[in-house]
């Protein structure tokens, strides 16, 4: 079901919509990219359909909406705890099919992984998808090769040209706002090809360990972990316990994203840590996202959103290594 409408009519919507839910959506954030006169495109909260970037992809995903770099999980004093306040609202999100594809991965994690993570599911359980579409590949993108370049997994559609905006609705609670319009023909746009492609080895095993490729990363990586914070679906978190005061009675307790490529990652008790090598962490991380996560789930982890190669400041490419990994396969094959 779709609608043609102005843009001061889908503002309006939009205004009727704040009063029950936060609107995010990639915009641009003037002054704030890596340098002192560039700019960046990441989530935020929007008002109005001008503010959306549609032409140009975010730097970061829209998972900082749902799994904030930050979150306190509770207040604690010497003789009580307390949760924060339940959200106020709840969350409407614009997304790409890529991304729309990781929050599906996110789900799995933290709702369908043998317990519901309660921080989670309580942000989770009140949010619509809005699905942007993509009428061009970006750079890096290979989420053709991952299968994540369409989805019919989203609440609505909506694309800007010139001066109207057309929009496909899904989901019951979106329709009764568009009653008076009437009714046309609305399809996603969906991408078919990318400029990057890559090729998983169906023999792929852990015997890929052994291959000396991941020497490569020991040198190269700089253990920053901006892939990490940059990728949909990397979900890991170390948890801070802030004190309020110098007796350390009073504070809270807070998860905060870590990430598998930086130093301490590993830590444990006594001293001890694992994968100290900047190439194990590298492999440890590859592995997780087109071999470990398929074994459980069926489908890779990684969703070919092609932001870690977008954001490495060593110009490390997560897809040239998958690439490499069919070599890899054969060498080891050939070593034993």
């Known amino acids: 079901m779709g609608y043609k409408l102005n843009k001061k009519s889908i503002n309006d919507i939009f205004e009727s919509l704040s009063k029950e839910y936060l609107i995010y959506a990639p915009k641009l954030f003037l002054g704030e990219g890596n340098f002192s006169d560039t700019d960046r495109i990441r989530y935020g909260e929007i008002k109005n359909i001008d503010e959306i970037i549609f032409n140009e992809k975010a730097q970061y995903s829209a998972k900082e909406v749902l799994l904030p770099i930050s979150q306190t999980l509770f207040f604690f004093t010497e003789d009580s705890i307390k949760e924060p306040n339940p ?6 999100i614009f997304l790409r099919s890529c991304d729309l594809h990781a929050i599906k991965r996110m789900d799995d994690i933290y709702l369908k992984n043998g317990q519901e ?27 053709v090769s991952m299968g994540t370049n369409e989805t019919n997994e989203y609440d609505a559609y909506l694309k800007v040209m010139d001066d109207y905006v057309y929009v496909d609705i899904q989901e019951e609670e979106l329709k009764k706002l568009f009653k008076q319009d009437k009714e046309i023909d609305v399809k996603p746009d969906f991408v078919t090809q990318n400029n990057v492609n890559v090729s998983i080895p169906e023999n792929l095993s852990l015997d890929i360990m052994k291959s000396k490729m991941w020497e490569e990363y020991s040198s190269r990586c700089i253990a920053c972990g901006r892939c990490n914070f940059a990728c949909p679906t990397c979900t890991c978190f170390t948890m801070q316990d802030i004190f309020y005061t110098d007796n350390g009675k009073a504070g809270e307790r807070r998860r905060v994203w870590a990430s598998c490529q930086v130093d301490g990652f590993t830590d444990m008790a006594g001293g001890h840590s694992f994968r100290l090598d900047k190439g194990q962490r590298m492999r440890f991380k590859v592995m997780h996202k087109v071999y470990d996560y398929k074994k459980k789930w069926g489908y890779h982890m990684c969703v070919g959103c092609g932001r870690c190669d977008d954001i490495c400041p060593e110009y490390i490419s997560f897809s040239n290594c998958i690439n490499k990994l069919k070599d890899g396969m054969e060498e080891v094959s050939a070593d034993e």
């Open 117 to 143: 993570d309660y921080y989670y599911k309580k942000l989770r359980e009140n949010v619509k998808f809005i699905l942007m579409g993509c009428e061009n590949s970006f750079e890096n993108c290979f989420c």
């Open 87 to 92: 959200p106020k609202k709840g969350a409407i």
